[in-house]
């Protein structure tokens, strides 16, 4: 909640306590103090509640913050179609009970911990004629569990920004959105928080790839009133391929590899991919060098599905493809190869190469196939299935079958001096 100066709040609490009786809209108060209750209750604290009287409950309420649904800026080119799916998935979100206020209980949502925020507000303001030391007693459990939350701000920031991630894709027409708390006394009292939506457009250049001029698009997404936030790759974390003087390289992608993401994630959401990977590349400036190219690993909540590739070309890095993680160019799929003994053309036989092998129908914990997987880091892929809100991708991988080939293949590799076999297959 925005601070006010002494002198402005003084003012604000008095207009409003002589606004009973005067056509002031206290419609959903009931509701509003209802939830409340249910918020203390849920904190262990629901008796406190009876130190609340008729005056403290009506002026909590005054004090309230309302969520308002996102709005279109004036001459902003977005679709009617994309503001009702804005409006929806903003209150949808808001509502969603996600938060745990206390361990084991029913959890609440952002819009309950501004709720809890507005009741912190109220007991702390001047001259709210309260016992203080009576309330925070009495609300003790409920206020050192809202201390322990992240901010109002923050959590509704934050699920801002995997909303603007989510329904937005790279190098396509993107919209943001800015914001602002504004206070309001007439006819309805509160502090309005006021979305407005924004719209923007990609960075298009052209660079010369293998000597032809390619379209290349800046990498990157908007985030709430930030604009649109690119992500840059700092010079040491791909030190052995660049001398530059640069600190940091900003990243490009090329069309082909924004189709292959969305190709070779399928069938998992490709909404929480990009989720994923926005909160991932905002969070850190990751980046590795295998076999003299750059990969940007990608996880699909904490698993790890694959990697952008990408090379240095004047002085930026440009992301050329997305492989799945068992790809030899990947280091596990290397090692996967080296372990097994399954080359390339094996792997797409056994489809090794797709997402949805992984999604159900998993190896027993024992077996040689769960092994393998261990060995070169990939077993988790099998976890997948679980993050699915829905087991709609069955697959009829026998890996009982695919275990004799690989035997076969190790028999097949013994009759071979390891010195030859290093060189022909590694």
Same mark, same amino acid.
């Given at each position: 909640?925005?601070?006010?100066? +002494?002198?402005?709040?003084?003012?604000?609490?008095?207009?409003?306590?002589?606004?009973? $009786?005067?056509?002031?809209?206290?419609?959903?108060?009931?509701?509003?103090?209802?939830?409340?209750?249910?918020?203390?209750?849920?904190?262990?604290?629901?008796?406190?509640?009876?130190?609340?009287?008729?005056?403290? %409950?009506?002026?909590?309420?005054?004090?309230? =913050?309302?969520?308002?649904?996102? @709005?279109?800026?004036? $001459?902003?080119?977005? /679709?009617?179609?994309?503001?009702?799916?804005?409006?929806?998935?903003?209150?949808?979100? %808001?509502? #969603?009970?996600?938060?745990?206020?206390?361990?084991? @209980?029913?959890?609440?949502?952002?819009?309950?911990?501004?709720?809890?925020?507005?009741?912190?507000?109220?007991?702390?303001?001047?001259?709210?004629?309260?016992?203080?030391?009576?309330?925070?007693?009495?609300?003790?459990?409920?206020?050192?569990?809202?201390?322990?939350?992240?901010?109002?701000?923050?959590?509704?920031?934050?699920?801002?920004?995997?909303?603007?991630?989510?329904?937005?894709?790279?190098?396509?027409?993107?919209?943001?959105?800015? +914001?602002?708390?504004?206070?309001?006394?007439?006819?309805?009292?509160?502090?309005?928080?006021?979305?407005?939506?924004?719209?923007?457009?990609?960075?298009?250049? /052209?660079?010369?790839?293998? $000597?032809? @001029? #390619?379209?290349?698009?800046?990498? *990157?997404?908007?985030?709430?009133? *930030? $604009?649109?936030?690119?992500?840059? =790759?700092?010079?040491?974390? =791909?030190?052995?391929?660049?001398?530059?003087?640069?600190?940091?390289?900003?990243?490009?992608?090329?069309?082909?590899?924004?189709? #292959?993401?969305? !190709?070779? +994630? @399928?069938?998992?959401?490709?909404?929480?991919?990009?989720?994923?990977?926005?909160?991932?590349?905002?969070?850190?400036?990751?980046?590795?060098?295998?076999?003299?190219?750059?990969?940007?690993?990608?996880?699909?909540?904490?698993?790890?599905?694959?990697?952008?590739?990408?090379?240095?070309?004047?002085?930026?890095?440009?992301?050329?493809?997305?492989?799945?993680?068992?790809?030899?160019?990947?280091? !596990?799929?290397?090692?996967?190869?080296?372990?097994? *003994?399954?080359?390339?053309?094996?792997?797409?036989?056994?489809?090794?190469?797709?997402?949805? /092998?992984?999604?159900?129908?998993?190896?027993?914990?024992?077996?040689?196939?769960?092994?393998?997987?261990?060995?070169?880091?990939?077993?988790?892929?099998?976890?997948? *299935?679980?993050?699915?809100?829905?087991?709609?991708?069955?697959?009829?991988?026998?890996?009982?079958?695919?275990?004799?080939?690989?035997?076969?293949?190790?028999?097949?590799?013994?009759?071979?001096?390891?010195?030859?076999?290093?060189? !022909?297959?590694?």
């Amino acid at each position: 909640m925005p601070k006010k100066t +002494t002198k402005k709040r003084k003012k604000k609490n008095r207009e409003i306590s002589n606004f009973k $009786g005067q056509g002031i809209n206290l419609g959903g108060q009931s509701e509003f103090i209802n939830r409340f209750e249910k918020l203390a209750e849920i904190a262990g604290c629901k008796d406190a509640c009876k130190l609340l009287n008729k005056s403290n %409950r009506m002026m909590m309420y005054l004090l309230r =913050i309302h969520l308002t649904q996102p @709005r279109v800026d004036k $001459g902003e080119p977005i /679709s009617k179609e994309l503001a009702k799916i804005l409006a929806l998935v903003f209150r949808s979100w %808001r509502e #969603r009970r996600n938060i745990e206020l206390i361990k084991g @209980r029913e959890l609440i949502s952002i819009g309950d911990v501004y709720v809890i925020d507005c009741f912190i507000y109220f007991i702390r303001k001047e001259d709210n004629g309260l016992d203080l030391e009576a309330f925070n007693s009495a609300f003790k459990p409920l206020i050192d569990a809202y201390n322990e939350l992240e901010s109002p701000e923050d959590l509704l920031y934050g699920m801002y920004d995997n909303i603007l991630a989510m329904l937005n894709a790279v190098g396509r027409e993107m919209f943001s959105i800015k +914001t602002a708390f504004v206070r309001k006394e007439y006819p309805v009292s509160g502090v309005f928080h006021i979305v407005k939506v924004k719209h923007y457009r990609p960075v298009k250049r /052209s660079i010369a790839i293998e $000597g032809k @001029r #390619r379209p290349i698009i800046q990498f *990157g997404w908007p985030i709430a009133n *930030g $604009g649109i936030w690119y992500f840059k =790759i700092k010079n040491h974390k =791909i030190k052995d391929i660049y001398k530059g003087d640069k600190k940091e390289l900003e990243v490009y992608i090329q069309s082909h590899a924004i189709r #292959r993401f969305e !190709e070779r +994630t @399928r069938p998992l959401s490709l909404i929480f991919c990009r989720l994923f990977m926005a909160k991932l590349l905002r969070n850190y400036s990751i980046a590795e060098v295998f076999r003299g190219k750059i990969l940007i690993p990608q996880y699909y909540g904490d698993i790890k599905i694959g990697y952008f590739v990408a090379a240095v070309i004047d002085e930026k890095v440009i992301i050329k493809t997305f492989l799945f993680i068992t790809h030899q160019s990947t280091p !596990e799929g290397h090692l996967l190869e080296k372990v097994s *003994g399954l080359g390339k053309k094996d792997i797409s036989y056994w489809r090794f190469d797709s997402v949805s /092998s992984f999604l159900s129908n998993p190896p027993e914990e024992d077996s040689l196939i769960k092994r393998i997987m261990q060995e070169a880091g990939i077993d988790k892929l099998f976890d997948l *299935g679980k993050l699915m809100e829905s087991d709609t991708n069955p697959n009829d991988v026998d890996w009982a079958e695919v275990e004799a080939y690989i035997e076969n293949g190790r028999e097949e590799r013994l009759q071979i001096p390891e010195e030859k076999y290093e060189e !022909e297959y590694c």
